[in-house]
């Protein structure tokens, strides 16, 4: 057990290594949200108010836009790298010759739980400062409010790490892009990262609140806007219990998903 | 026990093709054992169910002892594989990729040594993606190697290797063989088979057609011998059982140095492509899946 800890940690600094050095990856999943968060704020600055009936609370535009920039970098960096890594890993034959070895498939999977861990803390760090340093975003400060924001943050983490590995199943690593970016553009979409959840229509937001984006993003707003506004939400509230039951069964149903249809082969080859 | 390799009645269909029909097969321990045959033959399926990597209809099979569909870790501690092609680590340097796959085995040779036996001290630490074929591959039998295997399989391990490249690949395998590695090689070519194995084993169609040392294979060594020679500026070919007497006679009725003196036994090829002919026409439409 504890030798397949020590291998998980290893597996994590050899994935660490290899995200680093894979441009796109860094690009696309790492710093995307940032990029967006920085453009979305230099381009509306303090322009944009709130719900026309909350004109008390004003906020600039990096405070409107820092839940979503964290909740889609929470499901970049932990599903769509996931998706990704895993779909190639299979059909390029890492997964085989990992498999041919004495290593412990728990550790395959530890090192993988590590490099999301490491890069979302990361991206999230990184988001925070600059809404905080560049864009005077001010930051909760109640113990209650952290507290939410890391019960959503690592269940959407863990619950889009398992996700992301049941997913790839059925993926290729030829098709893996289109078959993981689309959804995950529409998804982020629909469940307020880019747009206002209350202007979306009410039968797209039933749709997204199927989905564990939704509730990554709502739990985040809990956390980084005025209490006030919580009557724009669907519910007229923050809905922190259920979101934190929604994101738990999302994560249990992946974690099932994932341990029923892993493979190690391409399809076809046993 | 001697045998490292012991297969009995071995069979694997995939659909309506019979991939391998019923082969039995020993290796002994410390040998190097090459597997040949026609793309589809069924090499490659056997060798992926002595792994553990595929699952077998029929037969019993045992590697070091163990069936290999019920193998645990410690089973794949003994074993080195390497694969046809192994991708996913262009990121890294070959120093980096053999120190964490050594980390996984509990008494791997150390990663300096084993990048110096495959010769690649000077690529150690570059990009694996800037690897030529020939030391990519030569990384992959580092990988296979680095956990001290005692059997080592190697599928098709010099597929588009240049000559020179190959030869050194093959100084490579001797000295494992030298080390006492048991060795079970599947390949296309004849000359790496002759070089490299203590025996062969022709296989197509699933079944095994003649299994010997290479120059006994198929009887090679007692058939005819061809002699040939150059007299009065034309070329002459006897074909007989005793070459020897042949090229006595001859020397004394030409007194001395004969000219252009050869003498021929069937090549490997000529011996193998006579085995696996009766199995080509038959095995072309089937032949894609297995390979």
Not at chain 1, 89 to 109: C, H, I, Q
Request: proline share 4%.
């Amino acid at each position: 057990m504890t030798s397949s800890v020590a291998l998980g940690w290893d597996r994590t600094v050899l994935e660490l290594k290899m995200y680093s050095r894979e441009k796109e990856a860094v690009f696309f999943s790492f710093l995307f949200p940032i990029l967006m968060l920085t453009l979305f704020s230099v381009i509306f600055g303090s322009s944009i108010k709130g719900d026309p009936s909350n004109q008390a609370v004003h906020v600039n535009a990096a405070r409107l836009f820092l839940p979503g920039m964290i909740s889609a970098g929470v499901l970049l960096t932990s599903f769509q790298t996931m998706a990704m890594s895993v779909a190639t890993e299979r059909d390029d034959g890492t997964l085989k010759r990992l498999r041919s070895t004495p290593m412990p498939p728990v550790a395959y999977f530890l090192g993988k739980v590590g490099l999301v861990v490491l890069t979302s803390l990361a991206q999230t760090v990184v988001l925070l400062l600059v809404a905080r340093v560049a864009f005077g975003v001010e930051l909760p400060t109640a113990g209650s409010a952290w507290l939410t924001f890391l019960a959503v943050f690592f269940l959407g983490v863990f619950g889009g790490v398992v996700l992301g590995i049941a997913y790839s199943s059925i993926a290729s690593a030829r098709s893996v892009t289109a078959v993981v970016v689309g959804p995950m553009l529409v998804l982020q979409f629909i469940s307020g990262v880019y747009f206002q959840f209350s202007q979306i229509p009410s039968w797209l937001q039933q749709v997204a609140s199927v989905f564990p984006l939704k509730w990554i993003a709502q739990g985040m707003r809990s956390v980084f806007y005025p209490d006030s506004w919580r009557s724009m939400e669907m519910a007229g509230q923050w809905e922190i219990g259920c979101t934190a039951l929604v994101l738990a069964a999302w994560a249990v149903l992946g974690l099932v998903l994932c341990l029923r249809t892993f493979r190690w082969f391409k399809r076809g080859t046993t | 026990m001697d045998d490292a390799i012991t297969i009995r009645g071995l069979r694997k269909r995939y659909g309506d093709k019979q991939a391998v029909d019923g082969l039995d097969l020993d290796i002994q321990v410390g040998e190097v054992f090459a597997f040949l045959g026609p793309n589809g033959a069924g090499k490659t399926t056997t060798v992926e169910i002595l792994e553990g990597f595929r699952t077998r209809d029929d037969g019993d099979v045992r590697v070091l002892g163990t069936d290999p569909g019920k193998a645990n870790l410690a089973w794949r501690e003994r074993i080195g594989i390497v694969l046809q092609t192994s991708g996913g680590l262009d990121l890294l340097t070959p120093r980096e990729a053999l120190a964490s796959t050594a980390k996984v085995f509990a008494h791997p040779l150390p990663v300096d040594q084993v990048i110096a036996d495959v010769g690649l001290q000077e690529k150690a630490d570059n990009r694996i993606s800037g690897l030529s074929g020939g030391q990519r591959r030569r990384l992959d039998v580092a990988l296979g190697i680095i956990g001290r295997p005692e059997v080592l399989f190697l599928d098709e391990p010099t597929t588009g290797f240049d000559p020179e490249a190959r030869r050194e690949f093959w100084g490579l395998i001797e000295q494992l063989k030298g080390q006492g590695t048991t060795i079970l090689l599947t390949t296309h070519y004849l000359d790496e088979a002759e070089h490299l194995a203590d025996r062969v084993g022709v296989i197509a169609a699933g079944k095994l057609l003649a299994l010997d040392t290479p120059a006994n294979l198929g009887g090679r060594d007692t058939q005819e011998a061809t002699v040939t020679w150059e007299e009065a500026g034309t070329r002459h070919t006897v074909r007989t059982n005793e070459p020897t007497a042949e090229v006595g006679r001859l020397s004394q009725r030409l007194a001395g140095e004969v000219p252009g003196l050869l003498v021929t036994r069937p090549s490997l090829e000529d011996t193998y492509l006579a085995l696996i002919a009766p199995h080509l026409a038959a095995d072309e439409t089937a032949g894609e899946r297995a390979a």
